[in-house]
């Protein structure tokens, strides 16, 4: 079911790494399966300050406890 659903699905640990997702996802994101698992879930997201600042930490840690709550309510 996980690897037919239209909609991207993306299984995520505790830390924010990918551990699963199915093929939808991986498209929308342009990459093959294989090649997501183990990322980091703020790979994929699009974020306005520059890496290292301390704008873009705190815009990384708001985006994992965004992930938390989303994966754990």
Not at 11 to 38: K, Q, T, V, W
Not at 42 to 60: C, H
């Amino acid at each position: 079911m996980l690897e037919t659903a239209p909609d991207g699905i993306l299984l995520i640990d505790r830390e924010g790494h990918i551990e699963l997702c199915n093929p939808s996802a991986a498209s929308l994101f342009c990459y093959a399966a294989e090649e997501m698992r183990g990322l980091p879930l703020t790979r994929l997201m699009i974020l306005k300050a520059p890496p290292g600042s301390g704008q873009w930490q705190a815009d990384v840690g708001a985006a994992q406890e965004l992930m938390v709550k989303l994966v754990y309510r």
